[in-house]
């Protein structure tokens, strides 16, 4: 709800001393305050404070519309919604406007004939800023009038003339004047779509079936693309191309610790996943996208790693609700169901057709022994291996609860230690311990220090 204090007609808003301002002045005055002051500009986006905002800042500042070029699951859509907390928190319109016209700058016709007969008792109303964005997934059967507007025939049908203005339904880029709006996967539109977005992007007006329209919108278009569409000849027509004052690329988190991060911001996580796992999923999922078995032009989205996470403490709620432990903590052997869930979002080379299993399988391994090594790689694991000193053995399994896997391990010296360096949590933790063990038996098979037999659901360890 608009705060009460808000002036409520057009006299009331004059002397409130409102001015106007468009749309692009307005989120650059607001992008300069938030750089002045260093608060978040983009927040809930990670990975690309030195490469992509910074040419995100200055296309905002320099007023332009922008393109987004990446590859799928790099976060262009959530970047571009990030765009409307750069929006005033609330702004005037004519009530009962189609396209938010500004009581100080109408453009249509019903508005302009509004304010010369009810002048400064004209009603306004305000909108707030999470209302003035909006956006559209372009697919093939979009229409002209979806996105700019066609003749209503039920206007028609109630007395008016086909020559009369009001009788046109607006679409979706009218209907978000005086706000964002972003059309997703550009060049899935068809070619003759495309041509109708010229003119609001050079002219800033519209034309529907030869209605001699002229509505000067006050809009930021924006849009996102995948970079080899854009980039094909055909896929997109040139002058649209030409029309974009910025395009932007886009890429995956370069940093290890950007990828977990992301992992932890949007994986919605039903038990608990230690760390070290955290970190096993995000080296997995970028080994992945490094694969020469991938099909590198279709990219390995970031929901790729947050799926793993969340199929990793979906498997530890699963072992606790069988076997009634008490705290569901994920464990190494709660890994390899990531491989069948995630098979299906990856796309494989033709060559490797009938191995897609084999291959994630061979990476995840390669994912766990890169995280044994970078956290436990110089860790004194003797105490580990004393366990086995006597050929004595350790059976593990999906279903085995952390207390009867502690159990059949026994008391480990430095087992404290080997938590700090994993990053569990302190104290008393029987399901923290149990993974940061497990994980640690299964980093001594992969560096050789330790055999496994592994049949389904029991996996066992020894000299």
Sequence with gaps: MAPTQLPGTLGALRESGHRYKPVKVEIRDNLLEL????????????????????QLERALLACHDFVLLGERGQGKTRLLRTLAGLLDEWTPIIAGCEINDHPLRPVCTRCLALVTTAGDELPIIWKHRDERYGEKLATPDT???????DVDPIKVAEG??????????????????????????????????????????????????????????????????????????????????????????????????????????EAD???????????????????????????????????FAVAGAETVAASALRRAALTGEAEPVARVCDLPAVVDTLRGKVEFEVSEEGREHDVLAHLLRRAIAETFRARLGNADLSGVLARFDEGETVESGELVPAGELLRRIGPIRGLGKIMERLDAAEGENPGQAAAALEFVLEGLYLTRRLSKDEVPGRTVYGR
């Design 269 to 303: 996580l039903v038990a608990t996943v230690p760390l070290h796992l955290l970190e096993v999923i995000a080296r997995f999922t970028r080994l992945v996208r490094e694969s020469s078995s991938v099909d590198q032009r279709s990219g390995v989205s970031a929901r």
């Design 160 to 265: 008016r003339t086909l020559g009369d203005p009001e009788t046109v339904h607006y679409g979706l880029v009218p209907r978000f004047n005086r706000g964002i709006f972003a059309v997703n996967e550009l060049p899935d539109l068809a070619e003759r779509i495309q041509v109708a977005l010229l003119n609001v992007l050079e002219e800033r007006d519209i034309q529907i079936r030869g209605y001699a329209l002229r509505l000067p919108l006050d809009i930021l278009l924006v849009a996102s693309a995948n970079p080899e569409d854009y980039t094909n000849r055909g896929r997109i027509i040139t002058p649209l191309k030409d029309r974009f004052g910025a395009e932007i690329r886009t890429h995956y988190p370069l940093r290890l610790s950007d990828e977990i991060d992301l992992v932890i911001q």
């Design 35 to 54: 750089l002045r002051t260093g608060r978040p500009r983009f927040p809930g986006i990670v990975g690309f404070d030195d490469t992509v905002l910074p």
């Design 143 to 149: 229409s002209v009038g979806d996105l700019i507007g």
